[in-house]
């Protein structure tokens, strides 16, 4: 349970650096805590465009973790290539 409060602080605070600066990625509630549901949307309109185009239902997959100084991935949700 550490792990994923760990996490959930590490990704709010990434997310809503990005989602200051561009609004391309947003969290309700924006700073949630280890309890919290929490819903992440990515504004496919913003940013780059590359997922603009995808059709409502299309499944889109994120690797979530964190890595500081080139370190290797921890905090690690699920595997590479595993949904």
């Given at each position: 349970?550490k792990k ?10 990434v ?48 690797h ?20």
């Amino acid at each position: 349970m550490k792990k994923i409060k760990i996490l959930l602080s590490v990704l709010s605070c990434v997310l809503t650096g990005f989602a200051w600066s561009q609004a391309i990625v947003t969290l309700d509630p924006p700073f949630p805590t280890g309890s919290d549901l929490v819903t992440l949307t990515y504004h496919a309109d913003q940013g780059n465009g590359q997922l603009a185009d995808l059709t409502p239902g299309t499944n889109v997959y994120a690797h979530t973790g964190i890595t500081v100084n080139g370190s290797t991935w921890q905090y690690v949700v699920g595997d590479w290539g595993n949904c």
